[in-house]
């Protein structure tokens, strides 16, 4: 039996006035919408795609990480960024009771031991701007821009093979900067490390939209986004616990080289085993695919490039979805200046690596692997008998109730700032499937890829460089009396839960104006579909 070429959700829609957005059993029934129990739609194939883009995702995260937590040790040998007074690891007094909190190095060198050892050093500190343009416009200006270009080109070409190839690119990249000897070497790097992972999620979410359901959507995007999390946390204990054992005496560079070898052997999985699907999502079942109605409109090819320009150019001057741009954008900017300065911040506190390693290589993946699971699965059940309103709902409640326990963070000595991570990440991390679902249910099937390459691009190039912002505020907070870790901790509940607070209240301001954006989507689907 032929396929229909269209998603699911657009075969079944019906435009009136008077549709509600919020649903009922009952009228879906009346409506002839499916109520197949989700896990009856589940196919092995798809979920063996759908664990091999989680390992392109998890490497993603992994690489791109890699240098927040091993940027101290990088910054020291190298020689770039600020300098701060820290503890003298290879002093042989390990009393516990010092600080070195000086502010000047003179002050800092002349804080003894009663033998007359050196208990502190004058040293880089992997801060100030040098790290932050590496952490955010050497990376996300390119990363951004070419997934926008990306993103178009993968609604003509072959998907799987230029995830395959970027894939492989990034994880070379991420090689060779274990091999890194300069500064300019590393920005380099850093910039075509971005060029390659912008493939990355517009690539796969596509897939995903491709290979499951309307109804299993949400989920399935929850699952590949446990890639942020396994990667992120994983991150920690490859660069923590790889450059303490200080593998043939070069530390971090290890940190580096180890994990772009499975990155390259990934990508050849992907390029041989998995197969390039109908550009549209599958039906659940028979009687779905006798039911829906499939014009020959239908089953054209993806329109041309101008008109998809324009069809994603008019989606994206919608008030629904140009504020669910700007509330991801700022909760993305909260996402990015924490994972960008947790290690710093760690680091800045006299927290052993050991220490952050232990904790952190477990809480992103546990807290956040299960806020986007809870998030996307949540948003599943609830938007079959509430409709989209019922996602936006689960993004303004996980954001509100996150910020105190993000906040907690900061607040409270280890390890008690540890523990108030998992609910800040369980809660606050239900935000990134869910408006990725939302974002291609307001656009029409044929320009998923695309779209969602633009919202990407939006709310990364916004959210990544918002840690410009953390060396100035620091820099206020120094200038005002404060020590370079309390000026730090000061920056951060600035940009970490004070943009939870807010992008949950800009992601209130979405729900007043969906439903007219989501009906227009519909409009354009029909239209298209009618001779």
């Not at 460089?465 to 009396?481: A, D, H, Y």
């Amino acid at each position: 039996m032929k396929r229909s070429n269209r998603s699911e959700s657009d075969s079944q829609i019906v435009v009136k006035d008077s549709t509600p957005l919020i649903k009922t059993k009952s009228q879906d029934i009346q409506d002839g919408s499916s109520v197949v129990s989700w896990w009856r739609e589940l196919r092995p194939y798809s979920m063996y795609v759908l664990l091999t883009l989680l390992l392109a995702y998890l490497l993603n995260q992994l690489d791109r990480y890699m240098l927040a937590i091993t940027i101290m040790p990088m910054a020291q040998e190298i020689k770039f960024g600020d300098q701060g007074c820290m503890k003298n690891e290879s002093s042989h007094d390990k009393s516990s009771n010092v600080t070195c909190g000086a502010v000047t190095e003179s002050s800092c060198l002349a804080i003894h031991s009663s033998n007359g050892t050196s208990l502190c050093k004058w040293d880089y500190n992997g801060q100030g701007w040098a790290y932050q343009i590496l952490a955010g416009p050497v990376f996300i200006l390119i990363y951004t821009f070419a997934g926008i270009f990306i993103g178009f080109a993968a609604d003509h070409y072959n998907r799987k093979l230029m995830l395959a190839f970027c894939l492989i690119f990034w994880s070379a990249m991420t090689l060779l900067t274990g091999l890194v000897k300069e500064y300019w070497q590393l920005v380099i790097l850093r910039f075509l490390l971005g060029l390659g992972e912008a493939g990355c999620t517009p690539f796969a979410a596509s897939l995903i939209a491709d290979y499951f359901t309307q109804a299993m959507r949400g989920t399935a995007m929850g699952i590949y986004n446990f890639g942020i999390y396994f990667g992120y946390g994983l991150s920690y204990a490859v660069g923590n616990f790889i450059t303490v054992a200080n593998i043939n005496g070069q530390g971090w560079r290890w940190a580096f080289i180890l994990p772009g070898i499975p990155g390259i052997a990934i990508g050849i999985l992907i390029a041989l085993t998995v197969k390039e699907p109908d550009r549209a999502s599958k039906v659940s079942s028979e009687k779905d695919l006798e039911d829906s109605v499939t014009t020959p409109a239908a089953r054209e090819a993806t329109p041309p490039l101008k008109e998809r320009l324009i069809k994603v150019l008019r989606a994206f001057i919608s008030p629904s979805l140009l504020l669910l741009c700007l509330a991801g954008s700022i909760r993305n900017a909260g996402g990015y200046v924490w994972a960008y300065n947790t290690q710093p911040y760690f680091d800045a506190t006299n927290v052993s690596k050991e220490t952050v390693g232990s904790y952190m290589s477990w809480i992103p993946l546990a807290g956040g692997s299960l806020g986007v699971l809870f998030g996307g699965f949540i948003s599943d059940r609830v938007v079959k008998n509430r409709g989209l309103y019922a996602r936006i709902v689960v993004l303004v409640a996980s954001q509100l109730v996150a910020a105190p326990f993000a906040a907690g963070a900061l607040f409270l000595d280890v390890p008690y700032a540890f523990i108030s991570l998992i609910p800040a990440n369980v809660l606050g991390e239900m935000w990134v499937g869910v408006t990725l679902a939302v974002a291609v249910e307001l656009v029409p099937s044929q320009v998923r890829t695309s779209a969602v390459a633009v919202y990407l691009f939006i709310i990364t190039n916004i959210g990544g460089n918002i840690p410009l912002l953390v060396p100035p505020i620091t820099k206020s907070f120094e200038n005002s009396g404060f020590t370079k870790a309390q000026s730090l901790r000061g920056a951060l509940y600035i940009l970490y839960p004070g943009l939870f607070l807010l992008g949950g209240f800009l992601f209130l301001l979405t729900m007043f104006v969906v439903k007219r954006d989501q009906r227009r989507a519909q409009m354009e689907v029909v239209t298209m579909e009618d001779p």
